[in-house]
């Protein structure tokens, strides 16, 4: 069974640019999350996707960041315009469900330097 | 609000040693919880959870976590550990019922000395 997969691995940016990242769940997988992860930081969510609607997105800075699950499979992650603080690993997961207690399976992640 | 915290930042051990990694939670109800492992440049592999029953979890690897509802803890151990069990480790809790948040603690980064 294939993983979670994510691209791009790596990406450098000025700082007012932007920039999106790209994440494919795990085949029948309903449920899929973005978590930003800030050097020496666990994860921390972002966004919450349960098929194409948007379950939780409290923590995601809606002034900038943009996210979107249109068909239900796929997902992508934007940040417009990008800051310093921005740099971080960007992780996607997804999981069966919602149900509690549901594993959630990681991607690589998308490391981000903003410059 | 659920959160975690995971009072050692960095912990070396060598190799053969046995590795107890600490995790204190803080929620108002049962929660699940669970222990991820992050090798450098990788993303999270789920080791164990717990969410109800025995509160002695078994994982992959040969590591194992405590549930221990007074302490509010869930420690991770392994008693001898090997030179590839270098790596980051987090625990998180989830939130019983509702939408699957997960909320990690800061993480656990284990030096192994040969």
């Known amino acids: 069974e294939a993983g979670v997969a994510q691209s791009p691995r790596y990406k450098i940016i000025e700082k007012r640019q932007s920039v999106a990242f790209w994440c494919n769940p795990i085949?029948?997988?309903?449920?899929l999350y973005w978590y930003q992860q800030i050097l020496g930081q666990g994860p921390k969510l972002l966004i919450q996707f349960q098929n194409n609607g948007v379950v939780d997105d409290s923590q995601l800075p809606k002034d900038r960041f943009s996210a979107e699950r249109l068909k239900g499979v796929d997902s992508t992650l934007k940040i417009q315009p990008a800051k310093l603080e921005d740099s971080a690993v960007y992780l996607c997961?997804?999981?069966?469900?919602?149900?509690?207690?549901?594993?959630?399976?990681f991607g690589p992640g998308t490391r981000l330097l903003v410059l | 609000a659920q959160s975690v915290t995971q009072p050692d930042i960095h912990i070396t051990v060598s190799e053969g040693a046995s590795l107890e990694l600490r995790c204190n939670y803080s929620?108002?109800?049962?929660?699940?919880l669970f222990w991820y492992v992050q090798s450098p440049g990788q993303g999270l592999q789920l080791l164990l959870k717990?969410?109800?029953?025995?509160?002695l979890v078994q994982g992959i690897k040969g590591f194992e976590a405590e549930f221990k509802r007074s302490q509010s803890s869930f420690n991770l151990r392994k008693p001898s550990v090997h030179w590839s069990d270098a790596a980051e480790y987090f625990c998180a809790v989830g939130a019983l019922g509702g939408a699957q948040k997960l909320v990690f603690g800061q993480g656990t980064r284990l030096t192994i000395n040969p």
């Open positions: 997961a997804s999981s069966k469900g919602l149900a509690g207690g549901e594993t959630q399976y």
């Open positions: 929620y108002g109800a049962t929660p699940y």
């Open positions: 717990y969410f109800s029953g025995d509160t």
């Open positions: 085949s029948g997988h309903a449920t």
